[in-house]
């Protein structure tokens, strides 16, 4: 099957929003983005980095090759040396939209303004375990009448189930509290009724 320089030259132009959406989808917690949605965010992200690219290198005049692009892009003229620049650029684009999301500064602004109370696009349960202040848990899986307690070395979520790995871990009895025996890691993976986190006490 034959590619169309105009089709080549969009596929070309889509590579420095691609760059940032790999980055940001596997550096944040979502949910799986289908097809339609990682090349709307590929445009808005590729926008972004064209638009910051001509910025950085105009103002350092390193070269002019900004200067013709947006004219040129209904033409089947593909702009390599752009590219490139807007792919490097990208890059920052991915790891800086990565830093918004993980600090949730567009929802603590939002917040501040009193605008909305949302906490972020994760789910609740990935939202508490990423906290900064949680590290040591009890797990209570009350089906199997036993507590674990551990430190928290990572966590998942999907539709059905919830899944956490703890390391040093002290397992108990969950009605009568007493200590049965220690771990060193355990992988659990129960149904969300039936897996409940608490964190100690601290002063």
């Known amino acids: 099957m034959e590619i169309s320089e105009l089709t080549l030259k969009l596929i070309l132009l889509l590579i420095p ?24 965010n590929a445009i808005l992200f590729g926008s ?6 001509q910025l950085v290198f105009n103002i350092c005049r390193i070269d002019t ?11 089947k003229e593909i702009p390599y040396q752009v590219i490139i620049k807007a792919s490097i650029v990208s890059i920052f684009v991915g790891l800086i939209a990565t830093g918004l999301d993980h600090y949730k500064l567009i929802n603590r602004f939002g917040k501040w303004i009193k605008l909305t109370n949302k906490y972020g696009d994760e789910n609740l349960y990935s939202y ?6 949680v590290d040591e848990v009890y797990v209570r899986d009350v089906e199997n009448n036993l507590t674990y307690h551990g430190l928290v070395n990572s966590y998942s979520e999907n539709d059905d189930i919830k899944e ?16 049965l025996y220690l771990l060193d890691k355990i992988y659990l993976s129960r149904s969300k009724e039936n897996l409940i986190i608490e964190l100690p006490y601290k002063n």
């Open 128 to 133: 508490f375990l990423n906290a900064k202040d």
């Open 65 to 75: 090759s900004f200067d013709t692009f947006w004219d040129n892009l209904p033409t």
């Open 48 to 53: 972004i980095s064209y638009v910051l690219a």
């Open 164 to 179: 956490i790995l703890l390391v040093d871990v002290v397992v108990y009895d969950y009605t009568t509290s007493e200590e």
């Open 17 to 40: 929003g691609s760059i940032a959406c790999i980055l940001y989808e596997r550096l944040t917690i979502h949910k799986q983005w289908n097809s339609f949605k990682f090349i709307t």
